[in-house]
């Protein structure tokens, strides 16, 4: 069993059960979550951006993964806000700092990103990729998780104009099989895709 | 728009929202059906079998294809097999009985099959198998969809073992594209397994 | 066995080792084949196009099941085109014509369409489809088969513009289970996204 | 731009180009590598085995990650083994011991294992799983691959029966984007179940 007061393993994958939720519907889910922070590619001490955290679950892992590094969790939903603070609290993670607004103004004030993870733009995908391109440090890395066709198609465009490197994009399409009765039935998830990218720079 | 009273195409299809449903939380979804009824392949005057029919959206896709063959429906849940009456005078359809109960004990009686559809088998589908092919006419084929481990592996065992040829397996993972709001959002469904194969024989 | 000399069957889904193919590497496989006709919804005498056509396989199950219709394939690339007719005549079809050329301009001297299906569009889904409008008769359907991001965006924008009714988009993932050895493996497809919709008028 | 000779990130996801595979068919590809390690979950210290390691992928970067653990490669295919070898040294990885054997038989001698990861089990997963059991510590964990239809039914009754607890089983079905000309084009990789579960204990 899992004491979430001490999360105390070294891979991502929080199981979502374990976060606070509240009536908050959306979240992202494990598997999706693990691959975003895995194709981000954190380092110990990155400084990351979680645009549009919703209920913080990537923000939190990836704070409890960058040990010595530093999270902005972006989210401009107040409630949804407000749940951050409480995951932040239910697994200790001191080096996450919450942004109440929305990107790309938000994001203004920050210091320059190493990671960049757009989970949510609002419709706004191209502002906040341009946003998010003025922000980040040479070699740092870029991803959208989309789950509308709108998103996919911005995004795929703006990282072929915004000059990145290592362009990588996957769709992740996970079936879940759950106990029901007997048997072990399979569930679908909505599937996501992740666009990737880098920075080019010395 | 679709007239519902006359379902004027000779390729399955029929929208979900088209049939009755009621209460009953579950349905072959059309994408699904569609590649069942496409894999079990039908003709013009074949007897068909839907054993586990649920509110019968096969069954009655199965009846209006197959005009001049006789489609039988069993369903052991009383307020489903109500809704298969229902959906049945909704599309005009009158060569489809009903057959309330279980199989195998519910095949008893049945003149021999041309096709075999196996959506339900309440988790007996070994036993389901064998009395499905006692009934199967030769070059009769039977399709079991799988919507579980535990089905899945059965059947796929059991088709082995009852020398049935041209055995083909595959799943069918759909996405639906729903609008929400502005954008068209990406919908997973449950994945279903069909296994297909049909029976030796002059 | 399936005697390919009389596909029998009223249902789509001719098994893709059952159509010549020569060294043409692409086709159109079974289960997309299938659900393009089933969400494209064929009549007895519909009026069809096949654009990009490729070897065939879609043209000819539409031709062998509308049988009182006319199927239209067409086809720039001459050996395709070839393969075409070496398949029409293999399956017995004389209700579809080859149109060596390509879309939209190849369209020009046809009959209005009761049904089009965009399998290939050259990367210009856009011209393809208003010149499909343009020859698509009230009350029918057009389908674009989008195997890149760049057609999927395209055709989700398209279809909405042209102010089609019953737009339908869904992603279709195929996993085929293989023999290998002693072990069925999993084997994914290529996903396919089907967008269709329905012209207005009475 | 990677620079292989040190992967600097804390997170799993070395892409597959980066390993040395000579003539060798097949590796766990980078999506499923790394949910793969995010679900067995290791520790900074972590004893790991990866059974049917193949060329070692998931071997090396469990080394990378579990910095002061061990990870044991069992592989018995010799010109696979010495490919484990390359990669090991092309990252720099000195905590990996290659065990050329097979499981269970090649397991006897090895210190009890915090996590097992069992890629291949060359059609024995029970016994291979049996073997995992014996060797697995309290709280430990142990995961298992399946790509085929026979491992996945095996490894979900047996883990079943093997009392573990925490099971958790999904597939992952990864669409890759690749660029064909001017376009982005879908391209399916193979599914692959991941069955994992965690030893009782004090």
Redesign the interface.
């Known amino acids: ?1 899992v004491d979430i007061n001490k999360w ?6 929080i ?1 979502d059960i374990y976060f606070a939720q509240d009536n908050n519907p959306n979240m992202t889910k494990e ?1 999706v979550r ?2 975003t ?8 001490d990155s400084v990351v951006y979680d645009i549009g955290a919703g209920i913080g679950t990537i923000a939190i892992e990836a704070a409890l ?2 040990k010595e590094g530093l999270v902005f969790a972006v989210e401009k939903n107040p409630p949804a806000a407000a749940i951050i603070l409480k995951n932040a609290k239910k697994f200790g993670v001191n080096n996450l700092r919450l942004i109440r607004g929305e990107a790309p103004e938000a994001l203004a004030e920050l210091p320059l990103a190493d990671r960049i993870i757009i989970g949510g733009s609002g ?1 706004r995908v191209k502002e906040v990729l341009s946003a998010a391109q003025a922000k980040l440090k040479p070699q740092g890395r870029v991803i959208v998780n989309a ?7 911005t995004a ?1 465009k703006q990282f072929a104009a915004m000059g990145l ?2 362009v ?10 759950k106990q ?14 992740l666009i990737v990218g880098e920075s080019r720079g010395k």
């Open positions: 069993m105390e393993f070294i891979t991502p994958g199981p598997e693990c691959l922070l895995c194709k981000v590619r954190l380092k110990i993964l960058a419709g789950i509308t066709v709108e998103t996919l198609a795929v490197d290592e990588n994009t996957c769709c992740l399409n996970i079936t879940r099989v029901a009765g007997r048997a072990k039935i399979f569930k679908g998830m909505n599937p996501v895709f």
